[in-house]
């Protein structure tokens, strides 16, 4: 729960609502900046009780790039994935992982298990309770050592740097 | 000129979109247990709705005059769900504890029988 004394107390989610509402209404016009300007204030203090501490933004450009380069392991990650399914003499090699989380909060863990069910070959299968360990599902990997380096470096290390620091 | 090489890429993004989605759901329909269904739709339908979605915008775009955006926000919401649909779909599964490949490497705390209490559910998975 977010702390109620303020008047603007998530102003990142409150731009994003602008953002939704003008592409909603798909049309810029000073009208509709005020309606969306209202909605985007009212509708993060009516719903303040419902949200998690909002994550510190601590680096815009890291955060771009990561992005940048989520966007890309997604369409790697489909022409593997369609690959895999339509050759017919696929030799698949399942795995269940488990990732031994080094990241704390809630918010950069949810980013991370998301971006792992995205990206290439990966489901994340459960968040243990203890918030410590990550169960993933891979669908054609050859040893669990390579996966969790490249998983470390390549989306945690960057999402840690973004948010926890 | 321009206007046929812009027919030429809207059409093929609306073949790649209709064929990812397309492999999609046949990976959903052939592969072997179910945490494997489950790679599938999260990922190449994903790439096809969004390729859809891109064809969508640069047709309105230019045919109906003025930019056309909303399918953004389609693409941000498919982004957004499907991780988390399939996660829960995947904890199911376990919870379940769901048959799966014995070639599968790993073996989850969560899938071992002394683990559990006895199946919750009366439509066992594991019932031949």
Not at chain 1, 2 to 9: D, E, H, K, S, T
Not at chain 1, 88 to 108: A, G, M, N, S
Not at chain 2, 90 to 101: C, N
């Amino acid at each position: 729960m977010i702390p109620a004394q303020r008047w603007l107390p998530t102003p990142v989610l409150s731009i994003l609502l602008l953002v939704v509402w003008l592409l909603l209404v798909n049309e810029v016009s000073v009208g509709h900046l005020l309606l969306g300007t209202g909605l985007a204030i009212v509708i993060p203090l009516l719903t303040r009780r419902f949200w998690d501490v909002q994550p510190d933004i601590g680096n815009a450009f890291k955060l771009l790039r990561f992005f940048l380069r989520v966007v890309g392991d997604i369409i790697v990650a489909n022409l593997q994935v369609a690959w895999i399914i339509i050759n017919p003499w696929r030799r698949t090699r399942p795995h269940f992982v488990e990732y031994p989380l080094t990241l704390e909060k809630r918010f950069t863990i949810t980013m991370l298990a998301s971006t792992i069910t995205l990206t290439p070959g990966t489901v994340s299968a459960n968040v243990r309770m203890d918030g410590k360990t990550l169960l993933i599902h891979a669908l054609d990997v050859e040893d669990d050592e390579t996966l969790i380096r490249t998983i470390r470096e390549r989306y945690e290390m960057p999402l840690k740097e973004i948010f926890e620091c | 000129m321009f206007y046929v090489i812009l027919e030429g890429l809207i059409s093929a993004l609306l073949i790649a979109g209709g064929l990812f989605a397309f492999i999609g759901s046949l990976g959903m329909a052939h592969l072997r247990d179910f945490f494997m269904r489950l790679h599938g739709p999260t990922k190449a339908t994903t790439l096809g709705i969004g390729s859809i979605l891109i064809a969508s915008i640069i047709y309105f775009s230019i045919i109906g005059g003025g930019t056309h955006l909303q399918e953004l926000l389609i693409t941000i919401f498919l982004f957004i769900t499907a991780p988390v649909s399939a996660h829960l779909l995947a904890k199911t599964g376990l919870h379940q504890r769901l048959k799966y490949l014995d070639k599968t490497r790993g073996k989850p705390v969560e899938l071992l029988e002394e683990e559990q209490a006895e199946t919750p559910v009366m439509h066992s998975p594991n019932r031949e």
